[in-house]
Nanobody, 125 residues
């Protein structure tokens, strides 16, 4: 099972980026997925998660109204559309396969998720 992120980069504050996560080696529509981020010197935090069907989603308060998560089960992909980006959004963004949707916020152990390598997002002021 593998997941791979793409779409990171550099953008000025107020701009937009779209991240894509592509998964392989699993039945994609059986699993919930999530986006997480980690800035230098800080803990990894949940940004947004989506249920297997796409019917249920979670957003961190800091990104509500600016980020939109979606998935295409036919293509084994998940996206994160990020708008109105702020310098504080700068971080490495990780895609993860969750054991359950309810495990979205559980970062007590990284072992209960399957992680990608991450993609860097840099927002300049």
């Amino acid at each position: 099972v593998q997941v791979e992120e793409s779409g990171g980069g550099w953008v000025q504050a107020g701009g937009s980026l779209r991240l894509t996560c592509t998964a392989s080696g699993l039945t994609f529509d059986d699993v919930a997925m999530g986006w997480y981020r980690q800035a230098p010197g800080k803990q990894r935090t949940a940004v947004s998660c989506i249920s297997w069907s796409g019917d249920t989603s979670y957003y961190a308060d800091s990104v509500k109204g600016r980020f939109t998560i979606s998935r295409d089960n036919a293509k084994n992909t998940m996206n994160l559309q990020m708008s109105s980006l702020k310098p504080e959004d700068t971080a490495t963004y990780y895609c993860a396969i969750l054991d359950t949707f309810s495990g979205c916020l559980d970062l007590s152990s990284y072992d209960n998720k399957i992680w990608g390598q991450g993609t860097q997002v840099t927002v300049s002021s």
